[in-house]
């Protein structure tokens, strides 16, 4: 939930035109989100499946983003 939040946070971003900040707070968002999905994975025998699907659909957005922002 937290990583979907930040991950609004950075449209926010690129709805303003800041696609360098987006860009960077979308790999915050994935590298938190994964941090958290392997966290919960080794202390939980039942493993929540949604940050596993939200960095898997915000790597592509990430990757857009990076190309707008001149990284890509």
């Known amino acids: ?16 035109g800041s696609y360098t900040l987006a860009f960077w707070i979308l ?3 994935i590298i938190y989100g994964a941090l958290g999905a392997v966290r919960d994975r080794q202390s939980e025998r039942v493993h929540r499946r949604d940050s596993g699907l939200i960095i898997a659909l915000l790597i592509p957005v990430a990757w857009h983003i990076g190309g707008l922002a001149g990284y890509f």
């Open 1 to 16: 939930m937290i990583t979907m939040c930040i991950a609004v946070a950075a449209g926010g971003f690129y709805w303003f």
């Open 27 to 29: 790999i915050y968002a």
